[in-house]
């Protein structure tokens, strides 16, 4: 009887049969399952085009360890090929040196795990802290303003404003750091205050007030420093610190002079020192 099996007529072993193969299905994907090869990626050029960053630049910025070092092409390893990543890594350290960081922060900001301050943390602060600060923003005056402002006053004093910053020459016109300060100093002197009087009082202010302008930034950093990940908010230390600039720093000042002149009317001999 045939058992379904085959065997040959030199007595070899006898094979099972073989199903035939299943229908093709017409339907079925042709999609191999072998992953895309990967995208070779920019040359140097094509990074420079995409990021608005010089070659140079870029050059430069890998040497100092900023960017990641590029791949090599597997065809040609003179060629470095660039990444969608190092767009995205440009376009950061130029933002922020925009915001006035230098090479040293931006690399501190960049390194993992150096700095204690993540690099969203500190674009969300930094978004937070800038702004008008001084109630008088600077501005550009021509000459005509100018001469209007120092109408009344005596010869000289335009060059004595310029000396204490007061006003800063910008070719044909002048930068007004501080109007209001300006207005305020000219408005004493064209009253008869002595201008070398009026500039000394500032300079003195600006001298104690510099101290403790710093001081009260080491304190927000270290406060700031401490709350991070603790329930802290950033948001409410920067508002917190405005009024210190403005209503707490008049009333601290004005409680100290108010302390000062009591103590020159208590000496009745100091106003006759010579």
Do not use: K, N, Y
């Given at each position: 009887m045939d058992t379904g099996?085959?065997?040959?007529?030199?007595?070899?072993?006898?094979r099972r049969a073989s199903a035939p193969p299943p229908p093709e299905d017409p339907t079925a994907s042709t999609t191999t399952t072998d992953a895309d090869p990967p995208?070779?990626?920019?040359?140097?050029?094509?990074?420079?085009?995409?990021?608005?960053?010089?070659?140079?630049?870029i050059r430069y910025y890998q040497a100092e360890k900023l960017l990641p070092k590029p791949r090599r092409d597997p065809d040609?390893?003179?060629v470095a090929r660039y990444q969608p990543s190092h767009v995205e890594r440009l376009r950061l350290i130029g933002e922020l040196r925009d915001r006035g960081l230098k090479l040293p922060a931006v690399r501190a900001l960049l390194a993992e795990g150096g700095a204690n301050v993540s690099i969203g943390d500190w674009l969300g602060l930094d978004e937070r802290?800038?702004?008008?600060?001084?109630?008088?923003?600077?501005?550009?005056?021509?000459?005509?303003?100018?001469?209007?402002?120092?109408?009344?006053?005596?010869?000289?004093?335009?060059?004595?404003?310029?000396?204490?910053?007061?006003?800063?020459?910008?070719?044909?016109a002048w930068l007004l750091p501080n109007p209001a300060l300006l207005d305020l100093t000219v408005g004493l002197i064209r009253d008869g205050v002595p201008a070398d009087a009026v500039l000394e009082a500032g300079?003195?202010?600006?001298?104690?007030?510099?101290?403790?302008?710093?001081?009260?930034?080491?304190?927000?950093?270290?406060?700031?420093?401490?709350?991070?990940?603790?329930?802290?908010?950033?948001?409410?230390?920067?508002?917190a610190l405005r009024p210190v600039a403005g209503d707490a720093a008049r009333m601290i000042f004005g409680q100290q002079l108010q302390r000062a002149i009591d103590a020159l009317l208590a000496d009745t001999k100091r106003l006759g020192r010579r």
């Open positions: 099996t085959i065997g040959g007529e030199d007595g070899a072993m006898p995208e070779p990626g920019l040359t140097l050029e094509e990074l420079a085009e995409a990021s608005g960053v010089s070659p140079r630049t040609d390893a003179r802290l800038r702004g008008p600060w001084a109630t008088d923003l600077p501005r550009i005056a021509d000459r005509h303003e100018v001469a209007a402002t120092l109408a009344g006053t005596p010869p000289g004093t335009q060059a004595q404003l310029e000396d204490a910053g007061l006003l800063t020459r910008q070719g044909g300079a003195i202010l600006q001298r104690h007030l510099r101290p403790a302008a710093d001081a009260l930034i080491d304190l927000f950093v270290d406060t700031l420093r401490d709350g991070f990940g603790q329930g802290s908010d950033p948001a409410a230390l920067v508002d």
